[in-house]
């Protein structure tokens, strides 16, 4: 089991900047990729899914969703379990629950571990 603890979200105004943290306990040694993904308001994006923001894997290759490449950097402390989320010149369309991710086999995603979310409100 890999439980998934996010923290770091909030309100703040477009421009701005702001970084999540993500803590992984328990059988992290399993764990084979990290990421962040988000999911809007259902008000104003009904049917939306849930979208991959950025991602890691264990040696360090990184991936990210085409609507935050060149604002957004994710990094990881393997030594403190954690993945971070460095979000800058943030818009308001980046509202959005945050979920951070743990892949335990890439080939079978319904082994993936979630964490609760953290609210991130960018205001215009």
């Known amino acids: 089991q890999v439980q998934l603890v996010e923290s770091g979200g909030g309100l703040l105004q477009a421009g701005g900047s702001l970084r999540l943290s993500c803590a992984a306990s328990?059988?992290?040694?399993?764990?084979?990729?990290m990421g962040w993904y988000r999911q809007p308001p259902t008000k104003q994006t009904p049917g939306k899914q849930r979208e991959l923001v950025a991602a890691i894997s264990s040696g360090g290759r990184t991936d990210y969703g085409d609507s935050v490449k060149g604002r957004f950097t994710i990094s990881r402390d393997n030594a403190k379990n954690t993945v971070y989320l460095q979000m800058n010149s943030l818009k308001p369309e980046d509202t959005a629950v945050y979920y951070c991710?743990?892949?335990?086999?890439?080939?079978?995603?319904?082994?993936?571990?979630w964490g609760q979310g953290t609210q991130v409100t960018v205001s215009s």
């Open positions: 328990g059988s992290t040694f399993s764990i084979n990729a």
């Open positions: 991710n743990a892949v335990i086999d890439p080939d079978y995603p319904e082994y993936d571990y």
